[in-house]
C-alpha cells in the first residue's frame, strides 16, 4: 500500500505561496527578538525579558524569587536559597527556550519581530555560552577537589 502513494508529491506541496503570503502579512511585535534575548540571558534572574515583553507581574515574580534564593543563601538556609536559585536558573532556561522557538510572545500575543532572521544565531551562541559555562564549572569544581 505504501507503495501506492507517491511522498515526493504530498510533501512538496505542503507549503504553498499562499501560506507564505498569509504568514507574510501577520502582524508583528514592535519588540525584537534579538533584544529580548540579550535580555533574558543577562538579566533573566530579575526579569528583564518579561518587563521588555510588557508583563511586568511575571518580572515582579522572578525578582522576588531571586532575592528570596539569595536571601536565604546568606541567611544561613543554604540548602532552601540554593533550590530557589536553582528553579530561577531553570526558569531562565524555560524563558529562553520558549523565546527561540517564537512560543513567548509579547503582551498583545504578537510574534517577535526578527524571528525569522535572529533564531539560529541566538540559538547557536545560547548553546555556546552554556556549553562555556558547564566546562568552566567543571574545570573551577575539579580545582577545588583537587585542592582541599
Known amino acids: 500500500m505504501a507503495d501506492d502513494w507517491d511522498f515526493d508529491e504530498l510533501y512538496a506541496n505542503t507549503w504553498t505561496e499562499e501560506d507564505r503570503r498569509v504568514h507574510a502579512d501577520r502582524p508583528v511585535s514592535e519588540k525584537r527578538l534579538p533584544t ?69 510572545r509579547d503582551r498583545r500575543g504578537l510574534a517577535l519581530a526578527g524571528r525569522a532572521r535572529w533564531t539560529g544565531p541566538c540559538a547557536a551562541l545560547t548553546i555556546l555560552i552554556a556549553v562555556g559555562a558547564l566546562v568552566i564549572s567543571m574545570i573551577t569544581g575539579g580545582m577545588d577537589a583537587v585542592s582541599g
Do not use: C, H, Q
Open 36 to 104: 529580548a534575548w540579550l535580555l533574558g540571558l543577562v538579566l533573566g534572574p530579575v526579569g528583564g525579558l518579561w518587563f521588555y515583553l510588557g508583563r511586568p507581574a511575571v518580572g515582579v515574580l522572578k525578582i522576588l524569587l531571586t532575592a528570596a534564593g539569595i536571601g536565604l543563601f546568606l541567611g544561613g538556609a543554604t540548602t532552601f536559597g540554593n533550590v530557589a536559585l536553582a528553579f530561577t536558573e531553570i526558569w531562565i532556561i524555560m524563558d529562553m527556550i520558549l523565546l527561540l522557538t517564537s512560543t513567548l
